[in-house]
Every structure is written in structure tokens, then in C-alpha cells.
Nanobody, 121 residues
């Protein structure tokens, strides 16, 4: 079982930026970021292929969020710019043992514990 650990969350003012990190304990293939705000379901943010060459974003974050990964360190990143109060949530990384990118949470076998992001003035 691959362990995933997120970090980099915190409190930021509207319009600010944060960079989240997800460290994997072993090799995984497709990875993704999701978030969940209180009282809401888990929201897909981005999926990224093993090479990092393919990504998929929903329109809600396209242009503001950018994912990348470094397989030498088994680490995935999420650069978030232009943060808004509605981006406040717990952010989770996820990984799967197969190649295809998927947007559904159920498609990922491994999950981290989450890191809190709060956007507030």
C-alpha cells in the first residue's frame, strides 16, 4: 500500500498563492488532487499522468491551478494562484496503480490525509 502525505496548506489572503506537495512512499501512475469543503462533496481538481505530460483540469480551476510531478522524488505539486475564499477546503492527493487519467474519486486506490487551505482576509 502506497502512503501519500500532503503538505503546504495554510492561510492565505484572497488573490494569494500556495504550493501544495504530495509525497508518495512508492511508485504510482496517475495521480490527482481533490478538495472537500465543509458540507460538500469531494471535488476533482486535476489529474496528471505518470510522465506529467498529460493533465486534465475542470473549468473551475483551469488557468489558476497547475499540477506537476517529479518521479525521481515521488512527489506531486499543486501550484494555486489567484486564490479565492471559495477555494477554502481540505485538499487531498490521490494515486492509482494504472495509467489512465480519471476524474472520479472512486478511481483512485490511495489517498492522503489532506492539508487545509484557508483563503481569508
Amino acid at each position: 500500500q502506497v502512503q501519500l502525505v500532503e503538505s503546504g496548506g495554510g492561510v492565505v489572503q484572497p488573490g494569494g498563492s500556495l504550493r501544495l506537495y504530495c509525497a508518495a512512499s512508492g511508485r504510482v501512475y496517475a495521480m490527482a488532487w481533490f478538495r472537500q469543503a465543509p458540507g460538500k462533496g469531494r471535488e476533482f481538481l486535476v489529474a496528471i499522468s505518470w510522465s506529467g505530460g498529460s493533465t486534465h483540469y475542470p473549468d473551475s480551476v483551469k488557468g489558476r491551478f497547475s499540477a506537476s510531478r517529479d518521479n525521481a522524488d515521488n512527489t506531486m505539486y499543486l501550484q494555486m494562484n489567484g486564490l479565492k475564499p471559495e477555494d477554502t477546503a481540505t485538499y487531498y492527493c490521490a494515486a492509482r496503480r494504472s495509467v489512465p487519467l480519471v476524474t472520479e474519486a472512486g478511481g483512485y486506490e490511495n489517498w492522503g490525509q489532506g492539508t487545509q487551505v484557508t483563503v481569508s482576509s
